[in-house]
Nanobody, 124 residues
Framework: QVQLVESGGGLVQAGRSLRLSCAPS????????MGWFRQAPGKEREFVATINWSGTTYYADSVKGRFTISRDNSKNTVSLQMNSLKPEAKAVYYC??????????????????WGQGTQVTVSS
C-alpha cells in the first residue's frame, strides 16, 4: 500500500496561484501514475490532472492551460501548480497513485491509493 501525504492547500484570492505537493511512499515511485482529483462541497469527486511514468500529462478541460502537474522522481514528489485560480476551484484536492500500467488514467476507480486531501479555498 502506498501512503500519500498532500500539502500546500490554503486560502488564496481569485487570480492568484497555489502549489500543491504530494509525497508518495514506495521505492518504485518513478513507475507510478499519479493523479490529482478534487471534490467540491455537494459535488462528486472529479478528475483534475494526471502524469504517468514517462511524464505524459493530461488535464481536465476546466483547468487546461492554468494548472500544471509535474513530478520529481529524485524527490518522490508530484506537484500541481495552479495558476489564475477561480472561486469554483474551491474543493478538497486529493492526490492518487496507481502502481501499475503505462496508460493515462482519469477515473478515480483506476487509482488504488489516495491521500487524505488538502483544502483549497479561493476567495472572490
Amino acid at each position: 500500500q502506498v501512503q500519500l501525504v498532500e500539502s500546500g492547500g490554503g486560502l488564496v484570492q481569485a487570480g492568484r496561484s497555489l502549489r500543491l505537493s504530494c509525497a508518495p511512499s514506495g521505492r518504485t515511485f518513478s513507475t507510478y501514475s499519479m493523479g490529482w482529483f478534487r471534490q467540491a462541497p455537494g459535488k462528486e469527486r472529479e478528475f483534475v490532472a494526471t502524469i504517468n511514468w514517462s511524464g505524459t500529462t493530461y488535464y481536465a478541460d476546466s483547468v487546461k492551460g492554468r494548472f500544471t502537474i509535474s513530478r520529481d522522481n529524485s524527490k518522490n514528489t508530484v506537484s500541481l501548480q495552479m495558476n489564475s485560480l477561480k472561486p469554483e476551484a474551491k474543493a478538497v484536492y486529493y492526490c492518487a497513485a496507481r502502481t501499475s500500467g503505462l496508460g493515462i488514467y482519469t477515473r478515480g476507480y483506476e487509482y488504488s491509493n489516495w491521500g487524505q486531501g488538502t483544502q483549497v479555498t479561493v476567495s472572490s
